[in-house]
């Protein structure tokens, strides 16, 4: 049994990558595991500011938003499942914008 956690990227909650999202779900859980699906729709992330402030205080970011709750629910996953609509070839912003704060977590690593 394996914690997963699952987030969509989506703007669109029923949208083509979330439904991905919840048909994945349900298989993880079938398949014994337990699983957390995060929506970004219904979070507020903000850009990462390059302030460093994270460096100096063990990980913690100065933007005070939904963004420490879900790194948090990232830390104790076994599994992280990011998915994102294509947009222009690439990630969409929404999950751009996470993955660049978790900068806050792999800089309170670095020397
Ligand atoms: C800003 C924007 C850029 C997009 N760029 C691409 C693209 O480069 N290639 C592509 O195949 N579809 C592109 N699409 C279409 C989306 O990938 C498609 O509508 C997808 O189903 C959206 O995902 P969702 O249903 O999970 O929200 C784009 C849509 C938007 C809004």
């Known amino acids: 049994m394996k914690k997963v956690l699952v987030i969509s990227g989506s703007p669109r909650k029923g949208g083509n990558s979330d439904l991905l999202c919840d048909e994945f779900v349900r298989g993880a859980r079938e398949a014994g595991n337990e699983v957390e699906k995060v929506s970004l729709a219904e979070k507020k992330v903000g850009f990462c500011r390059a ?61």
Request: hydrophobic share 45%.
């Open 51 to 111: 302030c460093y402030y994270c460096r100096d205080h063990s990980g913690e970011c100065a933007i005070k938003d939904d963004m420490g709750e879900i790194l948090n629910k990232m830390l104790f996953a076994d599994v992280i499942v990011l998915a994102s609509p294509v947009y222009f070839y690439s990630i969409d912003a929404q999950m751009k914008a996470l993955i660049d704060r978790t900068v806050a977590r792999w800089l309170c690593h670095q020397g």
